[in-house]
């Protein structure tokens, strides 16, 4: 140990190279989840900080897997960017109460009908590619 | 009791204007309506100006445009903000123009609403409105709202066994109305056979956001719309009694969650049913009063929708109702006589303030023939942001009603 | 004849085209339009037509305008190779024109889309019949496709999927300039047919004859003061 270094907590793990994860969070006090994360939970105000410094960040809660289709549509004018023909779109539930929506890969959708959700690339703006839910049959 | 009343009204034609400047424009329709009150030569009796816009600051690269308006209207040093709320930047330039006068602090306000939506190509006005959705969860997926538009339309079908036919019918007669608007975006008129049941009509009129078609989609238009509001207990009120008075009854407004998939049901419209609620509250009024309306119909689902959600209608009902004529200007509760966002068109900013401009019209019996609702008492705009996050519900009467 | 002998010199080499079947289709407003095949005796009024857009800059009609007119007129005096102008006229006042030509017996090229009356989708109709008769009449395999304005481009080029040939410039270029290439191939036109392409066959005779003589718009949204503007 060099004289005059301090010994600092580094956490590592954020050069680690993960698996892309479309999160929702958890409230610690009351356990509510949530998608997107709020600043404060509406059951029982706890405030959430994505700093860490004045409250707690709140732990993650994975969206993926087993989901059902509310409903879905079949867009043919995209915005900016977007140079093919059509996408398809849709809005889940997933057994734990969240609600997410999310690009829609199946021939034949049909409301109530059951999904998995995965995370993939979604967008591709420049070089930068953008992560999001996309529901498969 | 201090009561607001409209006495002054202005619009330009709804279109392409881009030729022309933001500013300019929303000039033209103030100046307008300074004119219909017959005060332009002593505008600075206006105490405020409250403007209404949605994109200026990303597709026209302006800001600051309360301020520009000012100076192009020659009205320093006049206090002016601009307001905006999305699509319902408009209703809400109205609501906190009332609030103003109502409130005691301004006896004489102007409010004008504005946009120039076509200065951009197609899609990227589409990614433009895209802007209001939450970014992480919806707008990078590439969704729109009209693919929330189109989600909701096939939820509504599954519940309520509304057919495209029936929004087929909501079209025909919102152009058939339009046609006899000068400010009319779109002036053609459309038919049955042309867009539902014709053989080329699944052609000519293409899916956009299934199920929602193209002639299920308001277009994109440029355009402004300005009204003068006066306290009645005003001094200045004298000027504008020569016209049959026209007041604000009622005002009021709701939020509801960001993303769509959050709502308690993904078919109620909360902040529709909890604004109008408050304004009929305002008003001291019901549905049942309800003479005519104006209805954000941005995507034609929308008008069925918002017309069952403040009552005119019970849920799922409004169909019948349309397929009856009752929503025609001659029916029993005529709905967008203007023509409505369909054929008016749908300047975003604009909007809000160019329903109540209609409101005000048809309850002054100044409608152009062929559209004017026979004996108007009163009248209710729905002026919706957002994909329904943020509603403007604001009721117009006839002042001694 | 000296003057037959150098007149056939300067005339294309011709393909058999097998002539365009009339067909109808009904507008959005309800008004009916005869997509057919114009005739050369029918340039005067082509021609009178285009001729006020020539002074229209707005959404690229000028450049459009200009080197339709002088499509037809080299269609008319045979000094384009194998070319087709079909013509959408509602009562006979046309409403949009087309040109396009067979470069070879499988190759098609896609030279213009001219709407005069806007709002009803008479270009995206227009355009359709024109790939129409490209592959299901004159059989052939694909289309070269360039786009002037970016309304032509989304219309085009997003919503027929078209394969771009970018990358085998300049062997594959288009006449137009040779701008960015995009092919419409018989694949990609299978897929697309049922959603963009429209109309009954045949048309009622009375119909066809209305269409008859073809009449010069009596209106230019495009161009101002063509009609009366109505004002607040």
Request: charged residues 25%; aromatic residues 8%.
């Amino acid at each position: 140990m060099l004289k005059g270094v301090r010994m600092i907590n580094i956490d590592f793990s954020a050069y680690e190279e993960t698996r892309p994860k479309v999160e929702g969070v958890v409230c610690p006090t009351c356990g509510k989840l949530h998608y997107p994360a709020p600043m404060i939970c509406d059951r029982c105000n706890t405030r959430r900080d994505p700093s860490g410094a004045r409250y707690s960040r709140w732990e993650t809660t994975e969206l993926e897997g087993n989901c059902t289709l509310l409903t879905w549509t079949r867009v043919h004018a995209l915005p900016d960017g977007f140079d093919i023909p059509f996408l398809q779109f849709g809005i889940v539930e997933f057994s734990n109460g969240l609600r997410a929506s999310g690009l829609l890969k199946s021939e034949n959708p049909e409301i109530g009908m059951q999904l998995t959700a995965i995370a993939d690339v979604v967008r591709e703006t420049g070089n930068k590619k953008e992560w999001g839910l996309v529901f498969v049959t | 009791m201090r009561k607001v009343a409209v006495v002054g009204i202005g619009h330009t034609r709804f279109g392409n204007l881009s030729d022309y400047n933001l500013v300019d424009v929303m000039a033209m329709a103030s100046l307008d309506a300074m004119e219909d009150a017959g005060i332009t030569e002593e505008r600075t009796l206006i105490d405020q100006l409250f403007v209404a816009n949605m994109g200026g600051g990303i597709i026209n690269h302006q800001t600051g445009i309360a301020s520009a308006l000012v100076s192009r209207i020659a009205m320093e040093p006049t206090p002016a903000e601009l307001i905006e709320n999305g699509p319902a930047s408009g209703a809400s330039a109205v609501k906190l123009g009332y609030m103003a006068v109502k409130s005691g602090m301004a006896d004489l306000v102007m409010v004008t609403g504005g946009e120039l939506m076509r200065a951009v190509t197609g899609w990227k006005g589409t990614d433009f409105v895209a802007t209001l959705l939450h970014p992480d969860v919806e707008y990078r997926y590439g969704l729109t709202l009209p693919a929330f538009g189109g989600m909701f339309t096939r939820l509504y079908m599954e519940r309520y066994g509304l057919t495209e036919r029936d929004l087929a019918l909501v079209a025909v007669k919102d152009h058939a109305n339009g046609a006899k608007n000068p400010f009319a975006h779109v002036q053609n008129e459309c038919t049955m056979e042309g867009i539902y049941d014709g053989p080329n009509a699944e052609v000519v009129n293409n899916y956009v956001a299934e199920p929602l078609r193209l002639y299920s989609m308001c277009p994109v238009s440029d355009g402004a719309a300005s009204l003068l509001l006066c306290a009645t207990d005003s001094p200045l009120y004298e000027r504008f009694k020569k016209r049959a008075g026209i007041v604000i009854s009622g005002i009021g407004s709701a939020t509801d969650t960001h993303c769509v998939h959050n709502r308690k049901d993904p078919l109620d419209l909360e902040a529709v049913r909890i604004s109008a609620e408050r304004a009929y509250q305002n008003a001291c009024l019901t549905a049942s009063d309800i003479s005519f309306a104006e209805l954000h119909d941005a995507f034609v689902i929308l008008e069925i929708a918002i017309s069952e959600e403040i009552g005119l209608f019970r849920k799922g009902e409004a169909k019948n109702a349309i397929a009856e004529g009752a929503t025609k200007v001659t029916g029993s509760m005529p709905i967008n006589t203007s023509g409505g966002l369909k054929a008016k068109g749908h300047p975003v900013g604009a909007t809000g303030v160019s329903q109540v401009y209609e409101l005000v019209k048809q309850l002054r019996q100044e409608a152009e023939e062929g559209r004017q609702v026979a004996d108007p008492v009163h009248g209710i705009a729905v002026n919706f942001g957002g994909f329904g996050n943020n509603v403007v519900t604001t009721i117009c009467s006839k002042e001694f009603a | 004849m000296l003057l037959d002998n150098m007149e056939k010199k300067l005339r294309p080499p011709e393909l058999h085209m097998t002539p365009y079947p009339a067909k109808l289709i009904t507008l959005t407003s309800g008004e009916k339009m005869v997509v057919r095949e114009a005739e050369r005796k029918e340039t005067g009024i082509l021609l009178q037509t285009i001729l006020p857009l020539l002074g229209a800059p707005k959404d690229f009609y000028d450049v459009v305008a200009a080197r339709m007119y002088s499509e037809i007129l080299g269609w008319y005096r045979y000094r384009v190779a194998n070319m087709f102008v079909l013509v959408g006229a509602i009562e006979g006042e046309i409403a949009g024109i087309v040109t396009s030509r067979m470069a070879s017996p499988e190759i098609g090229i896609s030279l213009h889309t001219l709407t005069i009356k806007r709002g009803l989708r008479v270009g995206a109709q227009l355009f359709a019949a024109k790939m129409e008769h490209h592959l299901d009449y004159l059989k052939q395999k694909e289309v070269y496709i360039v786009a002037e304005s970016p309304i032509g481009f989304k219309r085009w080029m997003i919503e027929y999927d078209l394969e771009s040939r970018e990358d085998r410039y300049p062997e594959v270029q288009h006449e137009l300039g040779g701008v960015p290439t995009y092919s419409l191939t018989r694949d990609l036109y299978e897929k697309v047919k049922d959603k963009k392409v429209t109309g009954i066959r045949p048309v009622p005779e009375e119909i066809v004859a209305a269409s008859r003589p073809l009449r010069v718009p009596t209106e230019y949204s495009q161009v101002p003061n063509s009609r009366e503007e109505k004002t607040a």
